[in-house]
Structures are given as structure tokens and as C-alpha cells.
């Protein structure tokens, strides 16, 4: 398995951004799916966003699309959210996870690693 450490997360306004951090180690993981997730008080682990191994196809929950962007960077094994027009709906535990294939990149027991996750909180 490969070890992954989210960071980045924080307290920021509605309408404002910030960007996640998730470092890999352990393996190589440049070939890996790489899935953002997140989690709600009172709410399943949704899914955010996902990313193909070398980066040329993503994928984004309908809630986040067009305001949240995933990228990744394998020369440093670290995969990026960039969150923008935050909401405070968008409010959770951001957990980034991997899995070299996944069967359905959107579902969370789909991905056999996964990080301690990074609070975000947006106020309204």
C-alpha cells in the first residue's frame, strides 16, 4: 500500500479558496487512480473528485464541478484540490485516496489507501 498525507485544510470564508495537499510514499504511485473524498458529520464519505494516473482524465462530483480542480504532480507523488467558490455545504473531513484500479473511481470502498483526512471548514 502507499501512505498518503493530506494537508491545507482550514477555516476560510463562503467564496473563498483553498488548495489540498496529498503526499504519497511508500510506492510508487504514478500509474494509481487518485480520489479526493469527504465527509460530512451525519453524512456518508462522498465522493469529490478523481484522477487518472498520468493525469489526462478526471472525474467530479456534480456538486464541485466547475469550482473545485484536481491535479496531480507524480515527479513529486502529490495529488492537489484546488477549491474554489467554497460554500459552507462543502464543509467536511477531505480524505485523498488510491488504488492502481479501482473498479468505479466514485466509490469509496473501491480504493485500498487512504490518508487521515484535513478539516475544512467554510462559514457562512
Known amino acids: 500500500q502507499v501512505q498518503l498525507v493530506e494537508s491545507g485544510g482550514g477555516l476560510v470564508q463562503a467564496g473563498g479558496s483553498l488548495r489540498l495537499s496529498c503526499a504519497a510514499s511508500?510506492?510508487?504511485?504514478?500509474?494509481?487512480?487518485l480520489g479526493w473524498f469527504r465527509h460530512a458529520p451525519g453524512k456518508e464519505r462522498d465522493f469529490v473528485a478523481a484522477?487518472?494516473?498520468?493525469?489526462?482524465?478526471?472525474a467530479y462530483a456534480d456538486s464541485v464541478k466547475c469550482r473545485f480542480t484536481i491535479s496531480r504532480d507524480n515527479a513529486k507523488n502529490t495529488v492537489y484540490l484546488q477549491m474554489n467558490s467554497l460554500k459552507p455545504e462543502d464543509t467536511a473531513v477531505y480524505y485523498c485516496?488510491?488504488?492502481?484500479?479501482?473498479?468505479?473511481?466514485?466509490?469509496?470502498?473501491?480504493?485500498?489507501?487512504w490518508g487521515q483526512g484535513t478539516q475544512v471548514t467554510v462559514s457562512s
Open positions: 485516496a488510491a488504488d492502481p484500479y479501482p473498479s468505479m473511481w466514485s466509490y469509496v470502498n473501491a480504493y485500498n489507501s
Open positions: 511508500g510506492r510508487t504511485f504514478s500509474t494509481d487512480v
Open positions: 484522477i487518472s494516473g498520468g493525469g489526462a482524465r478526471t
